[in-house]
């Protein structure tokens, strides 16, 4: 049997989204910026793709653009705001469990003379309101919050951060990474005070290498690519006509009876908690339940090495995440549990299980039985 717990680092694709996109491939491969027929048909997905995320979040489709990912979105939001809002301030405030594409960034800001500072967070992993107001100043432009953390599934008080921000000085931009959370919260970016918020294809059964930036009408910010000025000049380079339509087949799927989908996935979370919880020496990381992420757990096995772990689920035909799959394929210890404040000797023991809207209970029994017999052995294996 095969149990694959790892949608966290990416998604299968569903048949959909391959079957438009092989059909976009071979029949309508036109480049969009064509004037010809074939540019005007392949124009259409990409309006098309548009139409439905600014239908999906209730914004304006001038508002999305289409990016290679969410790493290429993280950048042009927070690279693009600071540089064009620099006379506004210097200042820049994100959290410390942000992921890689927002933390290398950040640093990068610095490098440019920058000032960043960064929030601390509990031992579930959410953010200090408080430091935040104490962090902003006249100087700060820009808020950036992962909407749920990639590693340990922590869901930030988003709304409460975009009032804080509002009050304090409505002037500066908050951005929103939602790589995670899009596809299983209903996301509206103008209710909740978000000027700018990140996707990505592949976290929500669609491909990758394909993302989007929703930027607000009353952003202030320059592009980070250069080229033939597609996108209106945000976002140069030829559209990827079939990922922008695939990662909208795909959207549209996720949130088609939402809310029913998410109750069974919390349902499957609860059963693997549970059961988890019931072996010995282990510990959940974080809040569970409806206040946490419904795909995503963090689990320590005291005792045993992630990487041991990883590679003893995977003779199985189990596959889980030592961490974040998106930073490097390295073992490194996560700045995210650091934050969290988890025990030393937990941080090295550490694994992710993530599951999707097609993950079974069968799936999770096989993963909790193979995890009952391989811990005792492996525990005494590192004892001698």
């Given amino acids: 049997m095969e149990a694959y717990l790892d949608n966290s680092a990416t998604t299968r694709c569903l048949e959909e989204v391959t079957d438009k996109m092989v059909h976009i491939m071979r029949e309508d491969y036109g480049n969009p910026s064509s004037m010809h027929m074939r540019g005007v048909e392949a124009e259409k997905y990409i309006k098309e793709a548009k139409a439905f995320f600014a239908s999906n979040l209730k914004v304006n489709e001038k508002e999305i653009y289409f990016t290679s990912g969410g790493t290429e979105s993280n950048n042009l939001a927070l690279i693009g705001c600071a540089m064009a809002n620099r006379r506004a301030g210097n200042h820049l405030i994100t959290t410390s ?16 003379g920058f000032r960043v500072t960064y929030l601390p967070v509990d031992e579930d992993g959410r953010v200090s309101l408080d430091a935040l107001k104490e962090a902003i100043c006249e100087e ?9 953390n990639n590693e340990v599934g922590a869901v930030q008080p988003i709304e409460e951060i975009g009032k804080i921000i509002r009050e304090k000085n409505p002037a500066i931009l908050f951005h929103v990474d939602a790589i995670q959370a899009y596809g299983k919260y209903h996301i509206y970016p103008n209710r909740q005070g978000i000027d700018l918020l990140s996707v990505s294809g592949h976290k929500i059964h669609g491909p990758k290498g394909v993302g989007l930036l929703y930027v607000n009408k009353r952003v202030k910010i320059r592009p980070i690519l250069f080229g033939g000025g597609q996108q209106n000049g945000m976002r140069s380079g030829t559209e990827n006509v079939p990922g922008d339509a695939g990662m909208a087949v795909a959207a549209k799927c996720c949130y088609e009876n ?29 809040r569970t339940g409806r206040d946490s ?54 941080l090295g023991s550490t694994l992710r299980f993530s ?30």
């Fill in 97 to 112: 469990v942000e992921h890689a594409s927002v933390l290398n960034t950040m640093k990068y800001l610095e490098e440019q």
């Fill in 140 to 148: 700060t432009i820009l808020v950036s919050c992962m909407y749920v």
């Fill in 258 to 286: 939402l809310d029913e989908k998410i109750d069974r996935l919390y349902a499957l979370k609860d059963h693997f908690v549970e059961g988890v919880k019931k072996l010995p020496d282990t510990r959940v990381n974080g």
């Fill in 293 to 346: 992420a419904p795909q995503i757990v963090s689990v320590s096995f005291a005792g045993v090495r992630s990487e041991v772990l990883l590679h003893a689920l995977e003779d199985k035909g189990i596959y889980v995440s030592a961490g974040s799959a998106c930073s490097s394929n390295k073992p490194a210890v996560s700045h995210t549990l650091s934050s969290m404040h988890l025990p030393k000797e937990l």
């Fill in 355 to 384: 599951f999707c809207f097609d993950t079974t209970e069968e799936e999770i029994d096989y993963c909790l039985q193979e995890l009952s017999e391989l811990l005792p052995v492996l525990r005494r294996f590192v004892r001698r």
